[in-house]
């Protein structure tokens, strides 16, 4: 009997990446790029749509990155071409806002627009984008782009890469992503795909902006992601449904953020039947956070798997983001050696991701692989996950 099938999603060669893209920006253009510039995806490990609620988070970045060739021009055309899609995109400097790209260079537009409108300007621009990041895989591929692409301007426009300026290329790669591409997301993709440090998760405060480097040091035990390959599109409006219901909660509770109330029992009483599953995940998911980054720092595995399961139930069950293929994942990586999992990102799709004793993940892969096959759904895209650095120029 065959064995089944998955993909190995590959990051690549950052430095031989980077090479052949420069060599593709050539053809397409005839000059040579005025750099290569990266930003990577990332999984979340715990800390799930609580972004917009001024919550905690303990995302890491991937090896698996997007990488942006930009080239300034002499006149006041952007042009933007991906080796991933199909016919490249053209517009001009003043028609770059909300309402006036759509699709996916609309993520692109939007950054070069969101620098403009903070004074950081370079004039026309060519674009040549290679993205490692699964569309669609809640791996935040659109982050990747925005982050790569505004750390090109950025430095192009003769401002150096350092902390604080990234903390001015997450904003206006929010703006892109809210105002032009339409995903009303909260932060959390494009601070991590700056501030990613090898070797480490973030953690991140969502009200204060303050950021901690965790380290991940767990010996023995591997992070397994799964891209179910079930479609994730944070424009469609399911996103944007459980953000409402939040903010009219708070709004009920007279607090500016769910982050700020202070006797969950007594909020949970307060707000209508609507609104109160998703009070109870956005609560209980904020205590997971600190729980988890304390099992992390103390190489707990079985209390920080303990914590992936409870995350991924309250997920389902009360904020109702999860789908039948993200609960398959779970549910058969546990049965296969799996210390935890929980689906990742924003839901309705995407990503799963394991906590997996090194000499059980074939066991898992195979596992999941099998299960999906069982139900006629395509095969699945795996890769092991270990901290990357964030945004970064490599040419």
């Known amino acids: 009997m065959p064995q089944p099938h998955f993909d190995l999603l590959d990051a690549g060669d950052p430095a031989a990446l980077a090479a052949a893209l420069a060599d593709r920006f050539r053809a397409v253009h005839d000059r040579d790029p005025d750099g290569v510039w990266v930003a990577p995806g990332r999984v979340n490990l715990i800390g799930e749509h609580v972004d917009y609620n001024g919550g905690l988070c303990l995302p890491m970045a991937l090896p698996h990155a997007t990488y942006a060739a930009v080239g300034r021009r002499d006149d006041d055309l952007v042009t933007v071409t991906s080796l991933q899609q199909g016919s490249p995109w053209t517009g001009t400097l003043d028609t770059l806002g909300p309402g006036e790209v759509t699709g996916w260079p609309s993520y692109v537009a939007g950054v070069v627009w969101a620098l403009r409108e903070q004074g950081t300007g370079t004039g026309g621009l060519d674009v040549v984008v290679d993205s490692r990041v699964p569309v669609g895989a809640g791996l935040s591929s659109s982050a990747a782009l925005e982050c790569s692409v505004a750390a090109a301007v950025l430095e192009l426009a003769g401002e150096p890469l350092d902390d604080d300026s990234r903390m001015r290329l997450v904003g206006a790669s929010m703006r892109a992503e809210n105002e032009v591409a339409g995903a009303a997301t909260g932060g959390l993709d494009q601070t991590i795909a700056m501030y990613g440090e090898t070797g480490h998760a973030l953690l991140l405060d969502c009200r204060s902006w303050a950021r901690r480097q965790v380290p ?136 799963a991701i394991a906590l997996v004793p090194h000499d059980k993940v074939p066991d898992v892969e195979l596992a999941v692989a099998a299960a999906f096959a069982e139900r006629g759904w395509p095969a699945p895209g795996m890769l092991t996950a270990t901290p990357g650095p964030g945004a970064r120029r490599l040419l």
């Open 216 to 351: 991940w040091a767990l010996d023995g035990v591997d992070l397994l992601v799964v891209d179910t390959r079930a479609t994730h599109d944070l424009s469609d409006g399911g996103y944007e449904s459980r953000r409402r219901d939040c903010e009219r909660a708070a709004a009920a509770l007279g607090v500016e953020t769910l982050r700020d109330v202070r006797d969950a029992e007594a909020a949970l009483a307060a707000v209508g039947d609507a609104e109160r599953p998703r009070v109870r995940h956005v609560l209980s998911e904020i205590e997971r956070v600190r729980v988890a980054v304390d099992q992390l720092e103390a190489g707990d595995l079985t209390g920080l798997g303990a914590s992936f399961l409870a995350s991924h139930a309250s997920l389902r069950d009360d904020y109702e983001v999860s789908c039948e293929e993200l609960d398959v994942v779970v549910q058969t990586a546990v049965a296969a050696g799996a210390l935890g999992a929980r689906m990742t990102g924003g839901g309705f799709g995407g990503s």
